[in-house]
Structure formats: C-alpha cells, structure tokens
C-alpha cells in the first residue's frame, strides 16, 4: 500500500529543503526524496567549499523563516557592502553600495555546502517530513488522489502533488515530457577558493575582458589573511587548459585577469570547471506536478542570482500550495498549479533575458560594442537612481 503525503518533493538541495520545511511547517505532509544521503561534510577555512552563492535579502528572509539562516556560524558567512564591475577592454566602471537599501549589505555569500547542512539541520527538526535519502523515483503515474510513485527501493508512495526540485538536469522534466528553450552559453565556470595580498573590502568584483568574465567573491578572512571565491567563466577549451595549469601559473593568470587589482597568492581547494547552460521550461506545471529551481531554469552566474530566483519560487508556490489545502482543494489541480506559474515565469525570463543580453555585451571584443558598454557603464555609474534600482531588484526587494 501506498504511503499518503500532501506533497511529495523530489530533490532535496537547497530548493527542494527549502520547500519542504515551509509547508510542513503549515501542516502539510511531505515526503522528501533525494538519491543523495543528505549529508554535506564542512570543510575547514580557509578550505573554503568551492560552490558559494550570493544570497539576497529576500532569500535570506525565506531562510529565516525555515529556521536555517539562524544555524550558519557567522564566520561561514561574507556579507558584502559594495559591488565593483570593470571593463578590463575600456574605461567603464561602475559600483553599487549598500548607502542604497536596507539591509546594509547587498548580500551575503555563503558556501552552499553550509547552506545545505543548515537547511538539512531545520528539515530533521521539522515535523511532518518523511525523509527517502539514497532513493530516486523509478516508475510515476496519475491516479485519482494524485501521482502515485515507485521507488528504487521498491516503497510506494502517493502525494496530492508532485514538486520536481531534482536540478538542471532533471530526470522528472524530462520523464514528463515538459520542453525547454535552452542553448550552451558557450562558458565553462571555473570555480575554487583563493588566497589575495591584500583585503577584499567586503566587496564582490567582477572583471569582463579578454580573459574572460571573473568575478572575485569574498570570504571571511582568517588569522589576517584574504580569500575570496572565484567565478571565472571562459571558452570550455579555455578552461581545460587553465584548469590544467600547474598553481602558481594559473594564480598569475588570475592576478592579470583581474589588472593587478589583487595578487593571487595560492589556491586552498581544487579547481573545478562547470559547463553553464541557458535553460527554461516552456511550462512550470502539468496535471499533479511542478517544476521548481533549476529543475525550471538555469541562468548564467554572473550576476549570483539562480538560487534567489528559486528561493523566489517557493515564495511563491507555498502560499498558493497552503492555501488550497486550508479550502479543501486538490493540491495538483491544474488551476491551482498555474497560479504558481503565473506568479514566477515571466520574472524568470526577464532574469535569463539580461543575463543573456549581459553575456553577449561584455563576452564580444567587437569595438563598437566594446565602445557602447563602457559608455553604458559609466552612465550608470554616474546615475544613483539607476543604481538604487538594480541594487533592489539585485536584493530580491523589487
Ligand atoms: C558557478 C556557479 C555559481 C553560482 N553562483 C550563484 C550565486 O552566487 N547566487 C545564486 O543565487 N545562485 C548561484 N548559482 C546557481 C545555484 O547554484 C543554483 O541555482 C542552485 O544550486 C539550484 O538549487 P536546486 O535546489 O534547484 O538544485 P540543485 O542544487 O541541483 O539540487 C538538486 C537536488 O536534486 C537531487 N537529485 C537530482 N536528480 C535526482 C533524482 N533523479 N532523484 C532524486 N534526487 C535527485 C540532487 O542530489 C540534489 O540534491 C550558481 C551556479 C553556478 C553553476
């Protein structure tokens, strides 16, 4: 027989925990399948976890409210005043502060390994989670009450409604037939842990140029020395050899890419390069299912904003989800589900829309346009109104 849940969720990174906390905290069951064990070892600083995310005010306020923010030992946690974003083929400049907004901070960066671990911390302390660790979905059909499940380990399972929060390469996306635009941005990301000569100034940099687009995020510093998180997205053959440089050339590649700006002085963690991907489901929802996360979309790094725009996602779909439990209805009703669509697809697209418009304007060396953003820039940068824009909307508060 079949075990009965309000929701099952299926992928429990930080979209799927995150779900699944807020609405069994609002009375709903929920069973969370992940086929990873749900354990994320910490390292220690300075080998700071290679995978960081910059995470907004809004996103932030949803991790509160899941008990999971409160669990990050402040001195995991980078929170930054200022952004700074140079043309490294021009003059263009422009930087973004927090005199702009409150909270003082744009936001704050965190290892998502530690994330996790306070997101799983809140999960097992919140009642109403059945957890399925080390199992993934084998068979999945419509049935009356609502999509019954077959799992790897051979346990049935029957939710009102389905949340495929299982990531970019979803194997619920693609098993339900749900289409997507998506095209290789032609960038792999190269991301690892950095030691600097100086102080980062609580500041994230990003350099575009002709070494590529790299953005230096920072990380507590220890016993007085500097670290930051590095994003360097580049051609995939590109990163094969700079991924292959022996550390001390790969450090001087970096100290150039960022015009001196910093010395890279060592690295504290093994490089990693990750092929990125433009990705957007043509439909959020189907009869008894939802997308969620990356499982939805996927965007490009550079400006830090694929986990808020999931975080924004469970805003969004768990009130709607709640709500129709309290009136009685069916949780994978179409009607209701397309609310949650309705609420996010077009935000969604927007984002991947600049992030695209972004990465062709400053990965191009053609002139007139290498000419037009540095004037871009430095209109922008003379222009607070602008930038108390972007800084909200960067923020998740607009
Ligand atoms: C280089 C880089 C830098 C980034 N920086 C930022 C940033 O600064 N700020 C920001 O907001 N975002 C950033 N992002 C994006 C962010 O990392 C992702 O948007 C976020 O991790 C997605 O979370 P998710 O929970 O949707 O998916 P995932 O984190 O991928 O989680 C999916 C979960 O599903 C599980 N799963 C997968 N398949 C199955 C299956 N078949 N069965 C069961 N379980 C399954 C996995 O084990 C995993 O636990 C960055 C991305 C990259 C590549």
Redesign the pocket.
């Known amino acids: 027989m079949a075990r009965e849940y309000d929701v099952i969720i299926?992928?429990?990174?930080?979209?799927?925990?995150l779900t699944a906390v807020l609405t069994a905290q609002k009375g709903l069951t929920v069973a969370l399948?992940?086929?990873?064990s749900g354990r994320y070892p910490l390292s220690t600083p300075p080998a700071y976890d290679a995978?960081?995310?910059?995470?907004?005010a809004l996103?932030q306020q949803l991790l509160e409210q899941a008990g999971a923010w409160q669990r990050i030992a402040q001195e995991r946690l980078a929170p930054y005043q200022r952004m700074a974003v140079w043309d490294g083929l021009g003059d263009g400049y422009v930087d973004f502060d927090s005199r702009y907004q409150q909270p003082p901070y744009l936001g704050q960066?965190v290892e998502?390994a530690v994330l996790?671990d306070a997101l799983m911390k809140s999960v097992h302390d919140t009642r109403g989670i059945d957890l399925y660790f080390d199992?993934?979905?084998q068979a999945q059909r419509q049935v009356e009450r609502g999509v019954e499940i077959d799992l790897s380990s051979d346990r049935q399972l029957l939710g009102a409604v389905l949340i495929a929060?299982?990531?970019?390469?979803?194997?619920?996306r693609h098993d339900n037939g749900f289409d997507t635009v998506e095209w290789d941005y032609g960038h792999h990301?190269i991301?690892t842990t950095v030691e600097i000569d100086r102080s980062h100034q609580d500041t994230a940099w990003q350099a575009f140029g002709e070494e590529g687009i790299l953005a230096f995020?920072p990380l507590p510093s220890v016993d007085g020395r500097h670290f930051v998180s590095i994003?360097w997205s580049v051609a995939p053959s590109d990163a094969e050899q700079l991924v292959a440089l022996e550390e001390a050339a790969f450090c001087r590649r970096l100290t150039y890419a960022m015009n001196g700006a910093f010395e890279a002085l060592s690295l504290t963690v093994p490089r990693q390069a990750?092929p990125?991907r433009q990705r957007h489901a043509k439909q959020y929802v189907q009869e008894g299912i939802a997308l969620?996360?990356?499982?939805a979309h996927?965007i490009h790094?550079l400006a830090?904003?694929?986990?808020?725009?999931?975080f924004a996602d469970v805003s969004a779909l768990v009130p709607i989800l709640v709500k129709a439990h309290q009136r009685g209805e069916a949780l994978g009703d179409l009607k209701t589900l397309r609310r949650y669509q309705r609420a996010r697809m077009l935000d969604n697209i927007a984002m991947s829309a600049s992030m695209e418009a972004f990465k062709r304007t400053f990965s191009t060396q053609q002139p007139a346009i290498v000419q037009l953003r540095n004037i871009g820039l430095k209109l922008c940068h003379q222009s607070s109104m602008i930038k108390r824009q972007l800084v909200a909307h960067a923020a998740g508060l607009r």
């Open positions: 299926v992928g429990a990174g930080m979209v799927g925990a399948i992940d086929k990873h995978r960081v995310s910059a995470i907004s996103s960066l998502n996790c199992d993934s979905v929060a299982d990531g970019a390469n979803s194997k619920l990301a991301v995020l994003v990750i990125l969620i996360g990356d499982a996927t790094p830090g904003q694929g986990a808020n725009l999931g």
